[in-house]
């Protein structure tokens, strides 16, 4: 397995804007908090949020996007559940979730957007968010109109979990790194 400072350098080369690279930020953190609540490999699940959009800034159709960044990552050697976690994040590919990591990735993609999309309108940010303002928001069919609704639902369930916990779980490890996210941690 890359060292995490490769796994960073190459999401730098491939993306430049600050609003996707926030966005990888968010998705790695919530990974890294179901990472370390099931005891899995961080590592691991840390590399596949950072760069399961790696191409996307390149490559932003559906005929290119994850291939181009997963062909880039086999070649550079990055193990296969990594490739097949990102494969699968989008629903255009068919591509299975089978492992935990792969239902996770899905899982918490949208919503770490969504929740970064509240963080915005709040004057304190991450802090003292709750899955209720954020339940709140998602039945607000004008906010965040990008964001799909049905994936966020659709992830939770596969993996098992009530919607208000997950909910709680990305905003916990979205407040672990959020400096990071572009918001401030005090
Ligand atoms: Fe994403």
Redesign the pocket.
Known sequence: MQSYAEALELFHEWTQSDSLRR?AYA?EAAMAFYAEKHSADTLKWRVTGLL??MDYEKHQTMDEHPYVGVAVLRELGYPEDVCEAILG?GNHTGVERTSLMAKTLFAV?ELA?FITAVGYVRPTGLEGMTPKSVTKKLKDKAFAAAVNREDIRNGAEDLGIELPQHIANVIAGMQADATRLGFSSS
């Open positions: 966005h998705v399961h959009d994040h993609d957007g």
